[in-house]
């Protein structure tokens, strides 16, 4: 049973990143720059432009995950209905499983939804306090 979890998480995070891929690889347009001169053979960035290609990077997976974590609350919810149904014939403890499934689904879509808001908040609250 156990294997069974944990085969089901790995091919969630290889979907995952299968569909994550091509997203972050939309940058690749970048126009080719001379050799660096910093150290190590790496060109210096100012924090501004390694924030903004992070927060680019973190768009695009998270946008890219968005139909993925759709798809997988709606399988999620459905196999839930349908053990629901099953409970008329194998009992409550069937009933407890399920609605532990559905709490677990619905509070994995608030915080797959909540985090740009939480993050935004949190910014909001760092941003007050170095003033």
């Known amino acids: 049973m156990l294997m069974n979890k944990v085969g089901v998480i790995l091919l ?19 126009p080719v ?16 432009q390694f924030a903004q290609k992070v927060n680019t990077m973190i768009d ?10 759709d798809a997988v609350a709606k399988i999620m919810l ?5 053990a629901a149904l099953l409970v008329l014939f194998s009992g ?7 609605i532990g499934a ?4 619905g509070f ?5 939804y909540g985090a740009p808001y939480v993050v935004g ?3 909001g609250l760092a941003q007050y306090a170095t003033r």
């Open 12 to 30: 969630l995070i290889a979907l995952l990143l299968a569909f994550a891929t091509p997203a972050l690889a939309d940058d690749q347009q970048a």
């Open 33 to 48: 720059t001379t050799p660096a001169t910093g150290t190590g053979g790496i060109q210096p960035v100012s924090p501004e």
């Open 60 to 69: 695009g997976a998270y946008k890219a995950a968005g139909p993925v974590t």
């Open 78 to 82: 459905a196999v839930a209905g349908v």
């Open 92 to 98: 409550m403890k069937l009933l407890q499983r399920v």
């Open 102 to 105: 559905v709490l677990c689904v």
């Open 108 to 112: 994995g879509l608030l915080l797959f």
């Open 121 to 123: 908040l949190v910014k």
